[in-house]
């Protein structure tokens, strides 16, 4: 509670917006974990809507990128309905594929993870597409 009253007071510091990006994802996979699948959604969407807003702020700050593009893997994941499955995984991709590019993570064994996501949810998506 007390860093949304800290946020609230200071909406303009980074530093406290990507902590509370990072709590909502925490709280997002613990819910995940425990099958809570709505309540991760709403989670996930949090951090997104922080994140977006750090990214657009900040557009050549890579990790802010990366944090925008590990959070709508996770969207994805936990997607209700196929269009907005593959609107994620598009706005994903867009970032994985220009961070990659720039090689703004080479060597990076977490942001090859995100990679290994996006191309099997991508997979996913599309067998499951008719």
Do not use: K
């Not at 406290?16 to 969407?45: F, I, K, M, N, P």
């Amino acid at each position: 509670m007390r860093w949304r009253l800290r946020l609230g007071t200071d909406a303009n510091n980074t530093e406290w917006r990507r902590q509370l990006s990072r709590t909502y994802h925490r709280r997002g996979e613990v819910a995940l974990r425990a099958q809570l699948v709505d309540d991760a959604r709403g989670w996930y969407e949090q951090a997104q809507t922080v994140r977006q807003a750090l990214a657009a702020a900040a557009p050549s700050n890579a990790e802010c990128q990366r944090e925008l593009c590990a959070v709508l893997v996770m969207i994805a994941q936990v997607a209700r309905a196929p269009q907005d499955r593959i609107a994620a995984l598009t706005d994903a991709r867009a970032i994985y594929t220009r961070l990659q590019r720039d090689g703004a993570f080479r060597d990076d064994a977490e942001f090859a993870r995100i990679g290994a996501g996006l191309e099997m949810l991508t997979g996913t998506c599309l067998a499951a597409t008719p």
